[in-house]
């Protein structure tokens, strides 16, 4: 399984990102895929995941309400659509398979990451 993020940048407080993780090896459907990010100084914290089959979701609370993880079949990719931004989100933020736990020891495969830097 290979996975690829985009869509990072630099964007002012309040705006919004999309971030795309596309799946290689394994079909979206199939895979659980959990997003994670990792701020200077800090560990890397789950903060979403969307599970297999169903795809149902869950969020950690600093990004409740915030942001919304999503799944297309036909790109084989997993989106984190991010509103709201505060310059605390600020992080590289990390897709992984194959877990529906946030827990980063419990997933096998990772993105290489995509920075984003939120301005106040």
């Known amino acids: 399984v290979q996975l690829v993020e985009s869509g990072g940048g630099l964007v002012q407080a309040g705006r919004s990102l999309t971030l795309s993780c596309v799946i290689s090896g394994a079909l979206v459907d199939d895979i659980a895929i959990g997003w994670f990010r990792q701020a200077p100084g800090k560990e890397r914290e789950g903060i979403s995941c969307?599970?297999?089959?169903?795809?149902?979701?869950y969020y950690e609370d600093p990004v409740k309400g915030r942001f919304t993880i999503s799944r297309d079949h036909a790109k084989n990719t997993v989106y984190l659509q991010m509103n709201s931004l505060k310059p605390e989100d600020t992080a590289v933020y990390y897709c992984a398979a194959d877990s529906i736990s946030l827990l980063p020891d419990l997933y096998d495969y990772w993105g290489q990451g995509t920075q984003v830097t939120v301005s106040s």
């Open positions: 969307i599970s297999s089959g169903d795809g149902s979701t």
